[in-house]
């Protein structure tokens, strides 16, 4: 079990650009694939990317593709989220997870896959 802290969210103009970083403790981070996710209010939480452990392979929803770019560190045990050119519909809570793989380039679009969860971070994309 890792345990998932992110940050970086905020309010922002639309247009604009955040940085959201999620950094695991209490587990051997590069064993897991590490995920984002969102939810707005009433709405089930989407996939937004996912990386590999090796970070050599990432997939994104088509609504974030082109303008989010995930990456990893895993010397430092971080996952980021670079989002930029934001929408008033990329508003929500983003969340982090972590699940583990066998694979180097293993990623998942499923939650089901990742097994812990960050207690998320609310973004905001002002009109």
């Known amino acids: 079990q890792v345990q998932l802290v992110e940050s970086g969210g905020g309010l922002v103009q639309a247009g604009g650009s955040l940085r959201l970083s999620c950094t695991a403790s209490?587990?051997?981070?590069?064993?897991?694939?590490m995920g984002w996710f969102r939810q707005a209010p009433g709405k089930e939480r989407e996939f937004v990317s996912t990386i590999s452990r090796s970070g050599d392979t990432t997939h994104y929803a088509d609504s974030v593709k082109g303008r989010f770019t995930i990456s990893r560190d895993n010397a430092k045990n971080t996952a980021y989220l670079q989002m930029n050119s934001l929408k008033p519909e990329d508003t929500a809570v983003y969340y982090c997870?972590?699940?583990?793989?066998?694979?180097?380039?293993?990623?998942?679009?499923?939650?089901?896959?990742?097994?812990?969860w960050g207690q998320g971070t609310q973004v905001t994309v002002a009109s």
């Open positions: 209490g587990g051997t981070f590069f064993v897991y694939i």
């Open positions: 997870a972590a699940g583990i793989s066998g694979y180097t380039s293993a990623i998942s679009d499923n939650k089901r896959a990742y097994d812990d």
